[in-house]
C-alpha cells in the first residue's frame, strides 16, 4: 500500500482566514480524493483531485470555497478559503493505487482542524 | 442519489463471541465494496474488500456480498476488545473509481 503523510496534522485558525492542507505520497498514484469528517460523523467526499486539470467536486462543495491543486501524480492540496466555525473538521487525502488491487482507497493520517 | 446504509449502533457483542456487521446499498451497479475500520482519532483502514457475490474469508474476518439483494456483511469471528471500533461499509464502481461511505456502525467487544 501507499503511504501518505499530510500536513499540518492539526491547526486552530481564526474564521475569515484560509488554510491550504498538503497530501504527499511515497509512490505515483492514479486517483487523489479529500474528504471532510465532521465530529461524530462519516466521511464525506469533496473532491476528485485530477492530475493537471480542475478537480471534480461532489454536490454541496464549489471550487471557491475549497479550491485543490494536483501539479503530480504523488502530491496535492486542499485549501479552506475564509473559514467558518462549521468547516472545524478532520480532513483526510486518500489514494488509489496503480497495483493489483487498484480499486482500493488508502487514507492519510488526517488534518485536524478548528475554526475559532 | 446513490446511498449506503448501516445501523449506527453501538453493537456490544461479547468476548470471543461473532460480530455480525450489516450494510445496504441503492445502486445496482455498484461493483466493488470495503469494510473500513477507524478507532477514534484515527483514520480509516481497510479491512476487506470484496467484489462477487459469495464469501471472502481473511484470518478472523469474513466479507459477504449478496448483489441481489444489495447487501455486504461483515463477521468478525472470536471477536476481542482491540475490535472495539467504527466500522464503515464503502461502496464503488469501477476500478479507481470514487467510493461513498456509509454512516459507520459502532462496535464494542465486552470482556
Keep these: ?116 | 442519489q446513490k446511498e449506503v446504509e448501516q445501523n449506527s449502533g453501538p453493537l456490544s457483542v461479547p468476548e470471543g463471541a461473532i460480530a455480525s456487521l450489516n450494510c445496504t446499498y441503492s445502486d445496482r451497479g455498484s461493483q466493488s465494496f470495503f469494510w473500513y475500520r477507524q478507532y477514534s482519532g484515527k483514520s480509516p483502514e481497510l479491512i476487506m474488500s470484496i467484489y462477487s457475490n459469495g464469501d471472502k474469508e481473511d484470518g478472523r474476518f469474513t466479507a459477504q456480498l449478496n448483489k441481489a439483494s444489495q447487501y455486504v456483511s461483515l463477521l468478525i469471528r472470536d471477536s476481542q476488545p482491540s475490535d472495539s471500533a467504527t466500522y464503515l461499509c464503502a461502496v464503488g464502481w469501477s476500478s479507481a473509481s470514487k467510493i461513498i461511505f456509509g454512516s459507520g456502525t459502532r462496535l464494542s467487544i465486552r470482556p
Design chain 1, 1 to 116: 500500500s501507499a503511504v501518505i503523510s499530510q500536513k499540518p496534522s492539526r491547526d486552530i485558525c481564526q474564521r475569515g482566514t484560509s488554510l491550504t492542507i498538503q497530501c504527499q505520497v511515497d509512490s505515483q498514484v492514479t486517483m487523489m480524493f479529500w474528504y471532510r469528517q465532521q465530529p461524530g460523523q462519516s466521511l464525506t467526499l469533496i473532491a476528485t483531485a485530477n492530475q493537471g486539470s480542475e478537480a471534480t467536486y461532489e454536490s454541496g462543495f464549489v471550487i471557491d470555497k475549497f479550491p485543490i491543486s494536483r501539479p503530480n501524480l504523488t502530491f496535492s492540496t486542499l485549501t479552506v478559503s475564509n473559514m467558518s466555525p462549521e468547516d472545524s473538521s478532520i480532513y483526510l487525502c486518500s489514494v488509489t493505487s496503480t497495483g493489483l488491487a487498484s480499486e482500493t482507497q488508502y487514507f492519510g493520517p488526517g488534518t485536524r482542524l478548528l475554526v475559532l
